[in-house]
């Protein structure tokens, strides 16, 4: 009988995949922002191989975008891909809260419950930091109990271009009490099993997240040209 081959821990650049890709979600390495191999190989004690192998998962994944001849950059999601993007998000978000719905159970809806009140601490404190990941917690939590593998993995590829933009919406005036408005709404559908409701609510929240987008991009040119007026 033949040994079986040992499995192997994760190669080192996917570790720094891992942690790249952790760093972009965070802006710690923020949007346009050029990517500084050396700086980064020397501070983590690692050869540049693992890190420009890293660099290649993550230019794969969309999140990072290789130039030639002149190094690596963190992807920047205009406002033309924000206007496509948001529009299917809320079609595949809707459709996992419809199927959450009907396949939750009281124990799932609880769950739910106890995240939405989190959101509420955070938007009566008018934490953005905290209601950005309270708020994609909630969500990742809905897709997990739709149960679908292949909405999953559609939600999966386009959720972390959204995660690009880390929130910045929440920044606009009004934008929380907005959100957790929109919330309450899709928990209550969720709460009374009404499917379609929780899909329409999901849905309009998503497009609600990209109308507050494009007003706070608008703002920030008119200031911007107001100061170089």
């Not at 909630?138 to 999953?152: C, E, I, P």
């Amino acid at each position: 009988m033949v040994e079986p081959t040992p499995l192997r821990p994760a190669s080192l650049h996917e570790e720094v995949a891992t942690r790249l890709r952790s760093m972009v979600f965070e802006r710690q390495l923020a949007p346009g922002q050029w990517i500084d191999e050396l700086a980064l190989a020397r501070d983590w004690q690692i050869s540049r191989t693992p890190l420009r192998e890293a660099l290649k998962v993550l230019a794969a994944e969309g999140l990072v975008t290789l130039v030639p001849r002149q190094g690596c950059k963190v992807t920047e999601l205009s406002e033309d891909d924000a206007e496509q993007l948001f529009p299917v998000m809320a079609l595949l978000e809707g459709r996992c809260a419809f199927e959450a719905v009907r396949r939750a159970t009281p124990a799932d809806v609880k769950a739910l419950r106890r995240l939405h009140e989190v959101l509420e601490k955070h938007a009566a404190a008018n934490n953005i930091d905290g209601y950005y990941r309270a708020n994609h917690e909630f969500h990742t939590k809905v897709q997990a109990l739709a149960g679908n593998r292949w909405l999953d993995r559609a939600t999966n590829e386009l959720r972390r271009f959204v995660r690009l933009l880390r929130g910045r919406q929440l920044n606009w005036p009004g934008r929380i009490e907005a959100s957790i408005n929109e919330h309450r709404v899709l928990l209550d559908a969720i709460e009374h099993r009404d499917a379609a409701r929780a899909e329409r609510a999901m849905h309009d929240h998503l497009l609600a997240q990209l109308a507050a987008l494009k007003a706070l991009r608008a703002h920030e040119r008119s200031q911007g040209s107001e100061r170089h007026a």
